[in-house]
């Protein structure tokens, strides 16, 4: 009888060890909650329109600009990242984040503009005289 309720004692901590530890693992929907989807869209600064083909890195994801310049990395884990863009021929123009906090569940990212390397700016008007 005795080995009876000694079987039944650890039976009984081998059960509290599975339910303690969540049930030996399962399968869950959607990202962890410690990573997040970042988004946004690269423009060309020169004309406003949607640069195609730009490769966006946050976190050590990355993902390339679409048709419409859009571009979503998901998994990132949710922190601070260097935010990277490159697109041969091009670089940033104005000032880019250096780095990117990322949220759970969707960081949105403000339009990032790049333009030609080699472009020049048309002639604007004279400068006032005094």
């Given at each position: 009888?005795?080995?009876?309720?000694?079987?039944?004692?650890?039976?009984?901590?081998?059960?509290?060890?599975?339910?303690?530890?969540?049930?030996?693992?399962?399968?869950?929907?959607?990202?962890?909650?410690?990573?997040?989807?970042?988004?946004?869209?690269?423009?060309?600064?020169?004309?406003?329109?949607?640069?195609?083909?730009?490769?966006?890195?946050?976190?050590?994801?990355?993902?390339?600009?679409?048709?419409?310049?859009?571009?979503?990395?998901?998994?990132?884990?949710t922190s601070c990242?260097p935010l990277s863009?490159?697109?041969?021929?091009?670089?940033?123009?104005?000032?880019?984040?250096?780095?990117?906090?990322?949220?759970?569940?969707?960081?949105?990212?403000?339009?990032?503009?790049?333009?030609?390397?080699?472009?020049?700016?048309?002639?604007?008007?004279?400068?006032?005289?005094?």
């Amino acid at each position: 009888m005795r080995n009876v309720a000694m079987l039944a004692g650890l039976m009984g901590a081998t059960l509290a060890l599975i339910v303690g530890c969540g049930g030996g693992g399962g399968v869950t929907d959607g990202p962890s909650p410690s990573t997040a989807t970042v988004q946004g869209q690269v423009r060309d600064a020169s004309d406003d329109q949607p640069l195609e083909g730009v490769t966006v890195t946050v976190g050590g994801k990355s993902d390339n600009t679409k048709e419409q310049g859009q571009f979503s990395i998901s998994q990132v884990p949710t922190s601070c990242h260097p935010l990277s863009v490159s697109k041969p021929g091009y670089e940033t123009a104005g000032s880019l984040p250096s780095t990117v906090c990322v949220e759970a569940p969707t960081t949105v990212l403000d339009p990032i503009y790049m333009i030609d390397s080699g472009y020049i700016a048309p002639p604007g008007p004279p400068p006032p005289g005094p």
